[in-house]
């Protein structure tokens, strides 16, 4: 009924840039517009941290202050897709990166975020 499906991950060397998508399809996302969609990651033995979030209307965006600056959230509601551009890439962004939405949710709080994606793995390298 709810799938939203993470790809773009990989391995890239400090400084670089991947650009990641989620996908999303089923009944539930048949008005994708109308869901927030956001992005966290989760790094080995910590917990899940919110990365950034795009509301249904995509008129503001919301970024971690960790990253801000180096990654750009957008999405198309045409192609039921969410997107993160991750730009200078730190050995520190290293993690899985989920995939969320929700009809309604705080942002920053995962435990506000009705659906998950199983995750895509980002290594950066030194």
């Known amino acids: 009924q709810a799938q939203l499906v993470e790809s773009g991950g990989g391995l890239v060397q400090a400084g670089g840039s991947l650009r990641l998508s989620c996908a999303a399809s089923?009944?539930?996302?048949?008005?994708?517009?109308?869901?927030?969609m956001g992005w966290f990651r989760q790094a080995p033995g910590k917990e899940r941290e919110f990365v950034a979030a795009i509301p249904w209307s995509g008129a503001n965006t919301y970024y971690a202050d960790s990253m801000k600056g180096r990654i750009t959230i957008s999405r198309d509601n045409a192609k039921n897709t969410v997107y993160l551009q991750m730009n200078s890439l730190k050995p520190e962004d290293t993690a899985v990166y989920y995939c969320a939405a929700s009809y309604s949710t705080t942002y920053y709080d995962p435990a506000t975020w009705a659906y998950w994606g199983q995750g895509t793995q980002v290594t950066v390298s030194s």
């Open positions: 089923g009944r539930t996302f048949s008005i994708f517009s109308s869901y927030a």
